[in-house]
């Protein structure tokens, strides 16, 4: 999907859904069971264009938290 197209089905939204979380949707077929479908949501908390693969990246929680741990890892020490 490209931005424009994502941005076009967003803008189509009726204001009242304004209030919803967006989330990925992890599907998966039930091992045991294979008419039942198990699912997992994962809420976006952030996002970034990517210029060089031109993508715009969407993050999870969890991702974020990563991206977090490892720019606290490589910031810079304060010279005292």
């Known amino acids: 999907m490209l931005l424009k197209e994502l941005r076009d089905w967003v803008n189509k939204l009726p204001a009242e859904m304004d209030e919803f979380v967006v989330v990925t949707r992890e599907i998966k077929l039930d091992e045991e069971d294979s008419?039942?479908?198990l699912f997992k949501d994962f809420p976006l908390v952030s996002g970034v264009p990517?210029?060089?693969?031109?993508r715009v990246v969407l993050?999870?929680?969890?991702?974020?938290?990563?991206?977090?741990?490892?720019?606290?890892?490589?910031?810079?020490?304060?010279t005292e």
């Open 35 to 37: 008419n039942k479908m």
């Open 59 to 78: 993050h999870d929680y969890e991702s974020q938290v990563v991206i977090n741990e490892i720019r606290e890892k490589n910031k810079p020490k304060d």
């Open 50 to 54: 990517d210029e060089n693969t031109k």
